[in-house]
């Protein structure tokens, strides 16, 4: 029992738990399975704006989507070292990915139909992700908070190189701007959904909120990203796909309209548009870099053994 009061005290001062400390076993199965799943969204939402980095109009979009998208890989790798510091092995998480016993967000399961979807994806997906993320640099997991820190700067500048662009397409052709407007319609519910379920229906909610792995609630988070978003949306001359959407003065915030929560349970089962396209190209960039993998492995007991004969 004196390992759990020592663990309430770290937890009521707003202290770190770091890796040797003591910790509730379900305490570290939530933070794995919640790391995990973050890192799986980093590196699977590589492929969505991957597929235009051949397609970008100019050089300078193109080098500047290769630092995004090499960002997310990076995101993935602090992610997946911050699991392994719970215990895990980082090749045990993918084959969870790989087989669909760890999930992944929903958002990467929609296609990219146009290159405005590319800069979208950086103002909402990005912008989402944001707002989800910046309250986890105060996670009371260390090495998650740490690595979550450095994420954070990474993805501000995702969405500002997002809305930059849409900017650009504001100011362009009548086709350019109905180009944005139709990513937009197709990407702003998904965004919605990148917040989870709704308080009331969200299983692992509480008992994160009580280990001050989450600091605010889904509808809050979600609440917060619409109230950010509907000024920027006004700027980009572009209308937000809900006719509910209204300034509700008394509450201070915008009401919104309801989400279809079935697309969204289709789309985690696995009955999204993009599902098993993305797991088999996922699964065979693992197999195809299987070499690399052994190479570096090699390598590194390579240097370890000159390190001890010296
Ligand atoms: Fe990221
Ligand atoms: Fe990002």
Redesign the pocket.
């Known amino acids: 029992m004196e390992q759990q009061e020592q663990f309430d005290a770290v937890l009521a001062a707003d202290e770190r738990i770091e890796p040797r400390d003591w910790m509730p076993e379900k305490y570290r199965a939530t933070l794995i399975r919640q790391i995990a799943q973050h890192a799986h969204s ?1 590196i699977i ?1 590589m492929q969505p704006e991957g597929a235009w980095l051949t397609k970008a109009p100019s050089l300078r979009r193109k080098a500047i989507l290769l630092a995004k998208v090499q ?2 890989a990076g ?1 993935g790798m602090y992610l997946y070292s911050a699991a392994e510091t719970l215990g895990v092995d980082r090749s045990d998480l993918l084959d969870r990915l790989h087989t669909g016993a760890q999930k992944y967000s929903t958002i990467f399961n929609y296609p990219t139909l146009e290159w405005a979807d590319v800069g979208v994806i950086g103002w909402l997906v990005d912008g989402a ?1 944001i707002v989800n993320q910046v309250p986890l640099c105060r996670c009371s997991y260390g090495p998650y908070a740490r690595a979550m820190i450095r ?1 954070c700067k ?2 501000s500048f ?1 969405q500002r190189q997002g809305f930059e662009m849409l900017l650009a397409l504001r100011d362009g052709t009548d086709g350019q701007r109905a180009m944005l407007q139709d990513a937009v319609n197709r990407w702003w519910w998904p965004s919605l959904m990148m917040f989870g379920p709704p308080d009331g229906a969200s299983a692992n909610s509480s008992a994160s909120m009580a280990w001050k792995i989450k600091r605010h609630s889904n509808d809050d988070l979600r609440q917060r990203f619409v109230d950010m978003t509907v000024p920027q949306a006004d700027v980009l001359g572009v209308r937000l796909p809900d006719n509910d959407l209204r300034w509700n003065a008394e509450r201070n915030s915008h009401d919104f309209g309801e989400i279809d929560w079935e697309e969204f349970a289709r789309v985690v089962k696995g009955d999204g548009p993009c599902n098993t396209e993305r797991i088999e190209r996922r699964t065979a960039a693992h197999t195809e870099g299987e070499w690399v993998r052994e190479a570096a492995t090699a390598y590194a007991r390579k240097q370890a053994a000159k390190v001890g004969a010296a």
């Open positions: 980093e939402g960002d997310e995101h992700a994420i990474e993805e995702h």
